[in-house]
């Protein structure tokens, strides 16, 4: 069951299995998606790790959310998944706020804890009465293929400073609260 994190160690990540291998990824065309073929390999140095490990302790300290689940098996208690919702609000009304991660260990995958973590984020991001959560989503058709079965769609919003960090991301929203209904996208 994820919880809430109030600090996290730099080290916390440090067993933490990013690897991905992609070989079809997913870009936005005349508004629709479309399937590509496209092979390449992410994955994250022991630096990144702490990096990350860093700013999600920064964040839970500055009011963001961030929730982890760790793998009760191990004496460690070692994280198999974590997620981050940034504090700050932006786009039309400061509606959107940015899902900066949401990840689950490589050996985690497809048992479910992905669809428990979202579950959470959605849950603490409308008790934060956030209305749109914005996703930068990596491009592989595992990534895309979640994040729609969730109910996130094309954003209607581009936040640039977001987007401009990794454009092969697809840019994502979903609407958290009813009263923010989606924009219509032809």
């Given amino acids: 069951m994820p919880h809430r994190l109030t600090s996290m160690l ?23 998606f479309h399937e590509e073929a496209n092979t390449f390999e992410d994955d994250w140095t022991p630096d990144n790790k702490r990096r990350i490990a860093t ?8 009011g963001g959310i961030v929730l982890g689940m760790s793998d009760a098996a191990t004496k460690s208690g070692e994280f198999v ?67 729609r079965r969730n109910g996130c769609i094309r954003a209607a919003y581009i936040h640039p400073p977001i987007y401009e960090r990794e454009s092969r991301d697809l840019q994502l929203e979903c609407v958290v609260t009813r009263a923010d209904q989606p924009h219509q996208i032809s």
Avoid: C, K
């Fill in 81 to 147: 998944a974590f997620a981050a919702i940034e504090p700050d609000r932006f786009g039309p009304d400061n509606r959107y706020a940015n899902l900066s991660y949401l990840h689950v260990s490589g050996p985690h995958r497809g048992t479910g804890l992905g669809g428990q973590l979202w579950q959470a984020v959605i849950e603490h991001a409308a008790a934060a009465s956030i209305p749109r959560l914005y996703i930068a989503a990596h491009p592989s058709v595992d990534t895309i293929n979640f994040y």
């Fill in 10 to 32: 730099p080290h916390a990540l440090d067993h933490f299995d990013r690897r991905q291998r992609t070989t079809r990824t997913v870009h936005i065309s005349a508004g629709e």
């Fill in 55 to 62: 700013h999600l302790n920064n964040l839970a300290h500055r």
